[in-house]
């Protein structure tokens, strides 16, 4: 990693890039948008999804805090 700092930023980008298979500074959107429709219901979902579980997860929690307190 520390060699990785001395490299100049295009450099940088060009190495992370392959080593994870995507360009830095690229956001969930912009990939999303770019995948074909079937792909991009399929992301959705699966963000939908763990959006469920969370709001599900803080609402047990809220449940547990009433019960105790």
Do not use: C
């Amino acid at each position: 990693m520390a060699i990785l700092a001395i490299l100049p930023e295009n450099a940088r980008e060009w190495y992370v890039s392959h080593l994870v298979g995507t360009k830095p500074k690229t956001n969930l959107r912009s990939l999303i948008a770019q995948a074909p429709p079937e792909e991009q219901a399929e992301v959705l979902h699966l963000i939908a999804d763990l959006f469920a579980r969370n709001q599900k997860a803080e609402s047990n929690l809220d449940t547990v805090e009433l019960a105790v307190g």
